[in-house]
């Protein structure tokens, strides 16, 4: 698999759930060539490497929302049952429990999605400051503007109250 088409086809896969980017069961094993069910036996068989901060199963409404968003879980839409999800740390741990050369490559591609999402995320916040930052003095700047207008606009109503002319 060529690097960007696998770090692509990644992110797209990547979720925020409960405040975490997690991935679902089912797109690890697609991506893992693997059967999801083989994988989530994998993962049960070594439960205790899966503490719920690494390792979740959705509920009903989390399902449905997802369904909801992203065209490609239709199939979830009427599952029994509730997909597992994966934080970061899950997923780094997957690569202790699938053993596979498909398995190895694929963890350390996740890694590098992950990593980039990072540092993207770190200059996005950079640059939402600077734009909150730009704003705030804008703010500032319009209303010394509108003040300055309003003066000068008072001061043109007291021009044309003035009588003009000659008084009687």
Same mark, same amino acid.
């Given at each position: 698999?060529?690097?960007?088409?696998?770090?692509?086809?990644?992110?797209?896969?990547?979720?925020?759930?409960?405040?975490?980017?997690?991935?679902?069961?089912?797109?690890?094993?697609?991506?893992?060539?693997?059967?999801?069910?083989?994988?989530?036996?994998?993962?049960?068989?070594?439960?205790?490497?899966?503490?719920?901060?690494?390792?979740?199963?959705?509920?009903?409404?989390?399902?449905?929302?997802?369904?909801?968003?992203?065209?490609?879980?239709?199939?979830?839409?009427?599952?029994?049952?509730?997909?597992?999800?994966?934080?970061?740390?899950?997923? @780094?741990?997957?690569?202790?429990?699938?053993?596979?050369?498909?398995?190895?490559?694929?963890?350390?591609?996740?890694?590098?999605?992950?990593?980039?999402?990072?540092?993207?995320?770190?200059?996005?916040?950079?640059?939402?400051?600077?734009?909150?930052?730009?704003?705030?003095?804008?703010?500032?700047? @319009?209303?010394?503007?509108?003040?300055?207008?309003?003066?000068?606009?008072?001061?043109?109503?007291?021009?044309?109250?003035?009588?003009?002319?000659?008084?009687?």
């Amino acid at each position: 698999m060529e690097a960007l088409v696998v770090q692509g086809e990644i992110s797209s896969k990547i979720f925020t759930l409960r405040g975490q980017e997690v991935m679902l069961d089912r797109d690890l094993a697609e991506l893992y060539g693997v059967p999801t069910k083989r994988l989530n036996e994998q993962v049960k068989r070594n439960l205790a490497r899966f503490p719920r901060d690494f390792m979740f199963q959705l509920d009903e409404t989390e399902k449905n929302e997802l369904v909801a968003k992203c065209d490609h879980l239709d199939s979830l839409k009427h599952s029994t049952v509730n997909p597992y999800v994966f934080t970061e740390q899950g997923i @780094y741990m997957l690569a202790s429990v699938l053993k596979s050369d498909t398995a190895i490559a694929v963890n350390i591609a996740i890694i590098r999605t992950f990593k980039k999402l990072r540092e993207f995320s770190k200059h996005y916040n950079a640059l939402a400051k600077q734009i909150i930052e730009v704003e705030r003095k804008s703010d500032k700047q @319009y209303k010394e503007l509108r003040k300055a207008l309003d003066e000068l606009i008072a001061s043109s109503e007291l021009v044309d109250e003035k009588v003009m002319g000659f008084l009687k």
